[in-house]
């Protein structure tokens, strides 16, 4: 379980994070929708233990993110898989090389045992053969699925999403949620993804939290958040435009 | 939570404070980078192939330019000194005088420029685009240290490349000198080396030495905190690139003229 209370990030003395509460339960797929600049990465890099909140807390397993420091954060981010937005993926290495880092860096694994596990996690994203070829020599759909396989590949308890279908067209926008879905019925893990993918992300969704202004202003099922009165939900969730933008 | 206003008259000094605060804050992070560095550096688990890559990207690729600049430096000095020199009649110093002055000041300053120009700004960039493009951030959230994959072994590259980039560089500025002063100009071959091994003593070498390891880390430290805080995109890793090629430049001479004035 993670669970985010009242926190609260401001830079320059601007808000951006204005009193967070939020519980993912374990297992579940939390998605976090909200405009453009409405903080969502911020708030995602907080999970992440990459930035330090201004106040509040960010418990994950009941271990308080907020306060640890080194390698007990790096405890906590042993149970991390995360997949970023542009993939992150390591561009000096192969594809192959760029899954197998985690399992060679991480644990004390045989080079058979990490083949057999790098060759199983390409074959669930569909990738098998293309191992050989750097992340520049692949299309940005497959980058994509390399990072999933590289989050996934150590079987993460959590793995976090950052916005993973930007920049692709919808067919490969909806492979890569079913693929999401279907990973997740297979190894059981709780996801926590940023996504602007509307409607498609009610598809996968078991729970949605819509992120406004610094704020959780909506969360619930994906048909409690489509049947919402709040005018701010309603007009995000129909793209409607904004005069003030 | 808002700050509390100012009152007109003090804004100046409230600018300046803000700005010796930023200094020192830069500072303490500047030096808190090479802290977790050699901490990396010195802690285990150590990490053999990226330090392996690293001697190999800021070492063996800066051979060619280093022998370039070495050999033209050499061949710069041989004629000027020797022109120098026979003004006095004292041509049979030209060994000395190359030697010295490439051993003790222009092979470990130059050599260092030559590398910074070549290695320390690709450093940069590349840390820097790992930077934008989250690898760095990818690193840290699979428990892994970019300090201990990233910044340690560019330093320890650096105390072990530098030295030998500057060796590397005197022999051939030496033969350099022996190129214009000897084969050129007519001075005889003893006079040329045997003068060399007359004045040159280990006291020369090892104040070149201490030069190029410091140096190394002058570079590396400089590069790589650089590359490391970039923000901004491809125009933050531009700028980041230039400042990290400046301020290493800069910080050679100083710490040269530095370690000239306290070395024997």
Redesign the interface.
């Known amino acids: 379980m993670i669970k985010v209370s009242r926190l609260r990030k401001s830079f320059n003395?601007q808000p951006v994070l204005n009193g967070i509460d939020l519980e993912v339960p374990d297992g579940s797929i939390t998605i976090i929708i909200g405009r453009s600049g409405g903080g969502k990465s911020v708030f995602l890099k907080h999970l992440?233990?990459?930035m330090r909140p201004d106040g509040g807390s960010i418990e994950v397993g009941g271990v308080d993110l907020a306060r640890l420091h080194g390698r007990a954060l790096?405890?906590v981010?042993?149970r991390?898989g995360?997949v970023?937005?542009?993939g992150?993926?390591?561009?000096s290495m192969t594809c192959r090389d760029n899954v197998a880092?985690?399992l060679r860096?991480?644990f004390r694994l045989t080079r058979a045992n990490i083949t057999k596990r790098v060759d199983r996690a390409l074959a669930q994203v569909e990738l098998e053969g293309i191992g050989d070829k750097y992340p520049e020599e692949v299309s940005g759909g497959m980058r994509k699925r390399v990072a999933i396989a590289r989050a996934l590949v150590t079987e993460p308890e959590i793995v976090f999403f950052d916005e993973p279908t930007t920049g692709l067209d919808p067919v490969l926008v909806n492979t890569i949620h079913h693929l999401i879905l279907e990973l997740h019925r297979q190894l059981h893990f709780t996801a926590v993804m940023v996504s602007h993918e509307i409607p498609e992300i009610f598809e996968i969704a078991d729970r949605v939290g819509m992120l406004h202004e610094g704020r959780i202003v909506e969360l619930g099922s994906p048909a409690a958040i489509q049947a919402s009165s709040n005018p701010i939900v309603q007009q995000f969730i129909r793209g409607e435009p904004d005069s003030r933008a | 939570m808002t700050e509390p206003d100012v009152a007109p008259a003090l804004r100046p000094f409230e600018s300046l404070g803000r700005w010796a605060t930023g200094i020192v804050e830069s500072l303490g992070r500047f030096g808190s980078f090479l802290a977790q560095g050699v901490a990396a550096l010195v802690t285990p688990p150590f990490k053999l192939w990226p330090l392996l890559g690293r001697i190999h990207y800021i070492g063996f690729r800066s051979l060619l330019i280093i022998l370039l600049t070495g050999a033209f430096t050499g061949m710069v000095l041989g004629l000027q000194i020797f022109l120098t020199l026979s003004r006095f009649g004292s041509e049979a110093f030209l060994g000395p005088a190359v030697a010295l002055s490439l051993i003790r000041e222009l092979g470990p300053v130059l050599a260092a420029l030559m590398v910074t120009g070549r290695a320390g700004s690709a450093l940069t960039a590349e840390l820097g685009i790992m930077r934008i493009t989250e690898q760095i951030d990818a690193l840290t959230v699979m428990a892994l240290s970019p300090m201990r994959y990233l910044v340690a072994p560019s330093l320890l590259a650096g105390v072990l490349t530098f030295p030998l980039m500057t060796a590397l560089f005197d022999v051939v500025g030496i033969f350099g000198g022996y190129l214009v002063g000897v084969e050129l100009l007519g001075l005889s071959e003893g006079t040329y080396f045997g003068e060399m091994q007359t004045f040159v003593d280990l006291a020369d070498i090892m104040t070149g030495f201490w030069k190029s390891v410091s140096f190394g880390i002058i570079v590396t430290w400089v590069c790589t905190y650089k590359g490391f805080h970039v923000s901004r995109g491809a125009e933050g890793v531009a700028q980041a690139t230039t400042q990290a090629v400046v301020l290493s430049s800069v910080l050679i001479l100083v710490w040269d003229y530095f370690l000239g004035t306290v070395l024997p």
């Open positions: 003395g992440l233990g990459l790096d405890e981010r042993k991390y995360v970023f937005q542009s992150a993926l390591f561009d880092f985690p860096e991480k």
